[in-house]
């Protein structure tokens, strides 16, 4: 099978890296030859640091970069049978991209985006035959992450669905069928994550490295919010939310904070730039945490409250089903047990209960409890898992 991938940034190298490795021949366009370059000899690194660890021969090795082609121009992609970009997250540049490409293609050839928050029906409607089209959304880094979001557009076949679906899954991934809603699953359940630590440390209840500690010593999370931005980088992790803020007409769950904004207006973007919300240059003068358990557990539960009912919600409005939810979550984000099966854990009361005393302290609509957690608690029910 012949896979096109448009784009050789970091997300377009980690698919196009994992369509070689699994027997695919691989065309990778970009149209700047210093990116293909570049992804050229990041990917031989990292070739090289796998057969240092012994997960791949040298014949292997060989085999996966003589099967990937780098190319400047996109009739390159003439016989290709999947075609997926992993480009800039701006609408238009992504219709004139499948435009341009539509003309090149066989009428059979699938044509996905990598999208993480734009709509795939927006971007579907520039082809002639929106039908081929849908989202299929990697997490970084794409080879190690085994979570793949398959959104269908409405103008999407259930076939096209259906093939790529399986497709992704025989590739060894772990698939998960979302709705084409802003964020679809992971970027729209792990708003809170971010938006409520921020929340927190703006109305000066904890500071960062407390934030932290919280949530990686107490909720057991792999990352905490702070280091988990600025490993992102403030530019890419603001612009997700802003999008999702817009694109649900400005609720306020997902409002945006004039604190990350600041800092990505100051180029301060986190590990790549060297300073966040951490200094990377001197990290003597970062700040300890303040262990202080009941603080701690205040913060983790303010958290953890609010993803749930967001991933309740996700549920409600049928984004996903439960089980794809809890793979996201875990696949996705590596959070450390499934949303749906903490509030059972929790138990649905807590939730509630949590929720409201949230929306009677700051009567904002942020704090409003999901109508599928109210109605489990009125019933005196679980999530099904």
């Excluded at 099978?1 to 890296?17: L, N, R």
């Excluded at 003068?285 to 996700?314: F, Q």
């Excluded at 302290?361 to 489990?376: A, I, V």
Aim: aromatic letters at 10%.
């Amino acid at each position: 099978m012949v896979i096109g991938v448009i784009g050789a940034g970091t997300m377009g190298s980690g698919i196009a890296q994992i369509a070689s490795t699994q027997g695919c021949q691989v065309v990778l366009f970009d149209k700047n030859p210093k990116v293909l370059q570049q992804s050229k000899e990041k990917l031989e690194k990292i070739l090289n640091r796998l057969i240092e660890k012994s997960r791949l021969t040298e014949e292997e090795k060989l085999d996966i970069i003589n099967r990937i082609t780098y190319s400047k121009d996109l009739k390159d992609f003439k016989t290709a049978e999947f075609c997926i970009e992993a480009i800039i997250e701006d609408l238009e540049v992504k219709q004139q991209v499948f435009k341009d490409l539509e003309q090149i293609i066989s009428k059979d050839a699938v044509i996905a985006t990598n999208t993480s928050s734009l709509s795939i029906a927006s971007i579907a409607s520039a082809l002639k035959h929106p039908e081929r089209c849908l989202g299929v959304h990697f997490f970084n880094p794409a080879p190690l992450m085994p979570l793949v979001e398959i959104i269908p557009a409405v103008q999407t076949d259930k076939i096209v669905f259906d093939q790529i679906f399986e497709m992704i899954k025989s590739w060894g991934k772990t698939p998960v069928r979302a709705k084409d809603t802003p964020g679809f699953i992971v970027n729209r359940v792990a708003r809170p994550f971010y938006g409520e630590a921020l929340r927190i440390l703006e109305e000066d209840i904890a500071d960062v490295a407390t934030i932290d500690w919280a949530m990686t010593a107490l909720g057991h999370f792999k990352m905490g919010p702070f280091q988990l931005m600025d490993f992102i980088g403030h530019d890419v992790n603001y612009a997700v939310t802003e999008t999702v803020f817009k694109a649900f007409y400005y609720d306020p769950r997902y409002k945006p904070s004039f604190t990350q904004k600041r800092l990505a207006e100051a180029g301060y973007l986190g590990r790549k730039t060297g300073k966040g919300f951490y200094d990377y240059n001197n990290e003597s003068i970062n700040p300890k945490p303040t262990e202080d358990e009941k603080l701690g557990y205040h913060i983790l539960n303010r958290i953890l409250v609010m993803l749930i009912n967001e991933a309740a919600d996700a549920l409600y409005l049928n984004i996903a089903s439960a089980e794809d939810i809890e793979l996201a979550m875990t696949k996705g984000v590596n959070y450390p047990k499934g949303l749906l099966s903490w509030a059972n854990e929790r138990g649905i009361h807590w939730c509630v209960q949590r929720m409201d005393d949230l929306y009677h302290q700051y009567h904002e609509d942020r704090y409003r409890c999901s109508p599928m957690l109210r109605k489990l608690h009125t019933e005196n029910k679980q999530f099904k898992l």
